[in-house]
C-alpha cells in the first residue's frame, strides 16, 4: 500500500511505535480471522422489509414536479427576528430566481404548522394554495429565462428536535450557567419546517444565500459563510447579524446558532498558500476549544491531499460549539462532543485509537461528500455518508497503517442491517440513512479489493471528487467513473451492493485435494473474486455462480480473505456433490 509507506517514514519515534503496536495487534487477530463466527455478518432476510409507503407529504417533497422544474432558484435572502422566550420567528424571505420554461404556477414549501402571511411579486399579493407543507402560488405569466423574485412573509413556532441531530429542527437549550444556547439541525425533516423554500436536494442556490437574524442583544449569532455586519435593532433591545454564502449550498446546511460565543482565529498553511479558520465557542470553553479544534488543520489536509481542494475558502472554514451532537452545516459546522478524541458522546465518535475526535473528523468530511459533492435524491444518501465514513478508514490508515484500518472497518461492519438495500426509493422524499453510513464505507471498500490497484483506485476517487465539486451525482455517476478507470463493467457488482439487500454468499467446501467454491444468494450473473490465503500464499479466485474448483494438496490450510470483502462465508459439503 503505496500511500502507507511514505506516511510511515514521516513519523515520529513515538508514532512508529505506536503504529507498530497496533500494526502487531491486529496481524495476530487477522491472522486468527477463520477462527471467527460465520454469523458475524448479520444474515440478511430472505425478503428485504418494505420502504415506507409515500405520503402526500414526500410526494410533494420529493418528486420534481412540473411546478418545481419550471424554476431555478438562484439565491435566497432569508429576514428572521428570532424570539427565545416564545420559541417563535417571523419573518421573510426573498427567493431570486430564474424560469426554466414559460408557467403561471409555481410550488414552494413550508411546514403546514407554520403560518402563511402572504406572497409578493412586483408589490402585489399572489393568490396562494396549500397542500401538506407545499405551497402553490399563481404568477402572472413568467417566460422562459426570465429572472423574478418573490417575497414570502411568514411566522410560527418551528417544530423542535426531540433529538437533535437525527430528529431535528430548533434546539432550544441553556447553556452551563443557565443561558439561552439556540441552534438548528434539519437534514430529512427538510429546512421548510423554518423557512420557505423549494425544498429539494438537487436544487441550490446557485449564487449563494443571505441570512439575516435578529436576535437578543445579549447573544451572538453564527450562521454560514461570512459576517457582513452586526448592527443595534431601532429600539435598542436587539442586534440584527447577517452572514452571507457566496457558493451554492445544501438548503438543510443553512444554519443559525446563538449563544455567549467567543472567537478564536487560526491559521492552516496549505500547499495552494495560508488561509484563516474560525472557532465559535462558548466563553467558558475558550481554552479547550483553541486546543483541541486545532486537528481540523490535519483532517483539511488530509481531505485536500486524497479528494482535492477545499472549495468553501471564500466562505470560511468555521467550527461551532453546540448543544447536540453535531452537523455538517456547510462553511459552519457544528460541534458538540465532549472535546475528547477518546470519550465522545456517542460510542462510535471514540472509535478512533486516539488519533483524532471521530465527530469532528465526520462532520469536516461533509464538506467535501454531502456539501461539494451532494446526492441528486436522498435515496443516494451513501454518496454523502458512505464516503464520509469511508474516508474515516482512509484517514486511520494514512496514520496508522491497513491492518489498523481493517481493525476499524471489522467493528463497523458489525452495525450492518442488511433488511434494506442502501439505495432507496427516488422522488419520494426517502433519506436512505440506516446502512447508507458503514455498508457504504464497506462496499467502497470492496471495490478497492475487487480493483487491485491502489494507484488507480486513489486516483479514480479523486478525480471523481474533484471533477464533480460543487455539483449532483448519483450511483450511476460513480459507477461509470469505475466503468471508465477500470476499463471492466462493474455494473452487477453495483446492482447486488446497492440495489440488493443481501451481501453475496461466498460458499466453499475442502475436501481431499479440491477446493470448491461459487456464489450464492445473488443476482442473476454476479461475478467478484475473492482472496484466500492457501499454505500462506495469497491467492485470487474469480467466482461466479457456476461452480468452480481448484486443485491444492492434501490438508492444506485455506483462511478467506473476507476482511477484504463485504461477503458472507457459508461451508457447503454438497458443492462437492454437484461438481
Known amino acids: 500500500h503505496w500511500h502507507i ?67 431555478d432558484v438562484l439565491h435566497y435572502m432569508i429576514n428572521v427576528d428570532i424570539d427565545i422566550d416564545k420559541k417563535y420567528i417571523k419573518g421573510f424571505v426573498d427567493i431570486k430566481s430564474t424560469a426554466t420554461t414559460d408557467f403561471s404556477k409555481l410550488q414552494f414549501d413550508l411546514a403546514r404548522k407554520m403560518k402563511l402571511n402572504r406572497v409578493e411579486y412586483l408589490d402585489k399579493n399572489l393568490k396562494t394554495s396549500r397542500n401538506k407543507d407545499a405551497v402553490f402560488v399563481e404568477f402572472p405569466l413568467i417566460k422562459k429565462g426570465e429572472n423574478f423574485t418573490f417575497r414570502v412573509y411568514y411566522e410560527g413556532k418551528p417544530l423542535q428536535a426531540k433529538n437533535p441531530p437525527w430528529d431535528g429542527g430548533f434546539v432550544w437549550e441553556k447553556d452551563k450557567k443557565g443561558r439561552p444556547f439556540i441552534s438548528v439541525a434539519c437534514e430529512g425533516e427538510g429546512a421548510n419546517i423554518w423557512w420557505p423554500l423549494k425544498d429539494h436536494i438537487a436544487d441550490e442556490p446557485d449564487e449563494g444565500a443571505t441570512m439575516t437574524f435578529t436576535v437578543p442583544k445579549e447573544l451572538y449569532c453564527v450562521s454560514n459563510g461570512r459576517l457582513l455586519e452586526v448592527l443595534d435593532s431601532p429600539d435598542e433591545t436587539k442586534r440584527i447579524f447577517t452572514w452571507t454564502v457566496n457558493n451554492p449550498i445544501n438548503n438543510y446546511n443553512i444554519s443559525v446558532q446563538l449563544g455567549h460565543y467567543i472567537t478564536i482565529k487560526d491559521t492552516i498553511i496549505r500547499d495552494s498558500g495560508i488561509d484563516t479558520l474560525t472557532y465559535y465557542v462558548l466563553d467558558y470553553h475558550e481554552e479547550i476549544g483553541k486546543n483541541h479544534f486545532k486537528q481540523s ?38 460541534y458538540g462532543n465532549n472535546w475528547s478524541n477518546w470519550g465522545g458522546e456517542r460510542s462510535w465518535t471514540n472509535k478512533y485509537y486516539g488519533i483524532v475526535d471521530g465527530l469532528l473528523f465526520h462532520e469536516t468530511a ?11 435524491d436522498p435515496a443516494h444518501m451513501w454518496i454523502q455518508e458512505g464516503f464520509a465514513v469511508y474516508s474515516e478508514a482512509l484517514y486511520i490508515e494514512h496514520k496508522l497503517g491497513y491492518n489498523v484500518m481493517i481493525d476499524f472497518l471489522l467493528k463497523k461492519r458489525e452495525g450492518i442491517k442488511n433488511n434494506l438495500p442502501i439505495v432507496g426509493p427516488v422522488n419520494e422524499n426517502y433519506w436512505a440513512f440506516g446502512d447508507s453510513y458503514n455498508k457504504g464505507a464497506w462496499v467502497l471498500h470492496t471495490l478497492r479489493n475487487a480493483i487491485n490497484n491502489d494507484d488507480l483506485w486513489f486516483s479514480t476517487l479523486k478525480k471523481f471528487a474533484v471533477d464533480n465539486a460543487k455539483s449532483h451525482v448519483s450511483t450511476e455517476t460513480f459507477l461509470n467513473y469505475i466503468i471508465k478507470a477500470t476499463g471492466k463493467n462493474y455494473q452487477l457488482v453495483f446492482y447486488q451492493y446497492f440495489y440488493d439487500h443481501r451481501p453475496p454468499t461466498f460458499e466453499y467446501y475442502q475436501e481431499g485435494q479440491m477446493f470448491y467454491y461459487r456464489w450464492s444468494n445473488v443476482i442473476s450473473g454476479f461475478a467478484m473474486p475473492v482472496d484466500i490465503d492457501l499454505n500462506g500464499v495469497e491467492k485470487r479466485l474469480e467466482v461466479s455462480e457456476k461452480l468452480s474448483s481448484i486443485n491444492i494438496s492434501e490438508h492444506s490450510v485455506i483462511h478467506i480473505r473476507d476482511w477484504e470483502s463485504l461477503i458472507i462465508t457459508k461451508r457447503n459439503p454438497d458443492l462437492k456433490k454437484l461438481n
Not at 5 to 27: A, H, R
Not at 29 to 47: L, M, Y
Not at 308 to 332: C, I, N, P, R, T
Request: one cysteine or more.
Open 297 to 334: 488543520k490535519d483532517i483539511i489536509r488530509f481531505f485536500e491531499k486524497y479528494f482535492g481542494e477545499f472549495q468553501w475558502w471564500d466562505d470560511g472554514y468555521k467550527l461551532v460549539e453546540v448543544s447536540y451532537l453535531g452537523m455538517e452545516h456547510q462553511s459552519a459546522v457544528t
Open 366 to 376: 461533509h464538506e467535501w461528500w454531502g456539501n461539494s459533492i451532494t446526492a441528486i
Open 5 to 71: 509507506k511514505s506516511n510511515i517514514f514521516k513519523m515520529s519515534m513515538k508514532k512508529i511505535t505506536y503504529s507498530f503496536f497496533f500494526l502487531f495487534f491486529i496481524m495476530f487477530n487477522v491472522n486468527c480471522i477463520s477462527n471467527r463466527s460465520e454469523n458475524e455478518i448479520i444474515a440478511p432476510p430472505d425478503k428485504a422489509k418494505l420502504f415506507p409507503e409515500l405520503s402526500e407529504r414526500n410526494r410533494l417533497l420529493g418528486a420534481l414536479l412540473p411546478e418545481r422544474t419550471c424554476y
